[in-house]
């Protein structure tokens, strides 16, 4: 039986990585020609991932934010006692990204410190600036609203990282800017990160390079799908 038959539809490995096995391929990214047939890989899942997000009907899009947010919920009550009097990063959503936007305001009223991130500085850490219902935002890169320039510069304890991809033992496929892995190597002490994508985006692997980092969980419409080991 295939892997595609055991485990449902996955990607196809990477250009000259063939018929490899995702436990025998180079963590390490050594070989320069490995390291390049990964980021045409890369780029192809994406443009496959972001076309089939985009193809999901408006009615979709709500059931699955409204299921996520459910979870999101929940897992925030069960883990940090709903989070009150932390500092949460959420995100404003983009290209058919699940909309959270309701459950911040949500967390808001109930004494939840939200934050969103922005790009400040191009192929830098992000920044996370505060945000409530009242925040008159501004135009930011890619042309996201983000919290204006002179919004409190916050730590947060918890992260919320959309994903276009995820795999089950938590990494995540970006859009391939790399600010978030390189927020999180940055980020002292490191939040909990939470991946928010679709069920239909797992991915068999990756195939994580040295710069990758893993989530700490990956959450989508069906509940929590893949956890890393708790850091020491």
Known sequence: MSV???????????CLAGE???DYFDPLAVEPQQARD?????????????????????????????????????LLDARFGGAAGRVFSGYWPIKGEPDLRPLLTELHGAGVTVALPVVEVKAAPLVFRRWTPETKMVRGDWNIPVPPPEAERLHPDIALAPVLGWTGDAYRLGYGGGYFDRTLAALLPR???IGIGLQSARLATIYPQPHDIALDLI???????AEKEPRP
């Open 38 to 74: 990964v980021a045409r890989w890369r780029r192809g899942e994406r443009e496959r991932l972001r076309a089939e997000r985009l193809a999901m009907s408006v009615e979709a899009r709500a059931t699955v934010g409204r299921a996520l947010a459910g979870h999101l919920r929940g």
């Open 20 to 22: 490899v096995a995702p």
């Open 4 to 14: 595609e038959e055991e485990t449902g539809r996955y990607a196809s490995p990477p």
């Open 219 to 225: 959450l989508t419409e069906a509940g929590v799908q």
């Open 191 to 193: 939040p909990f990160t």
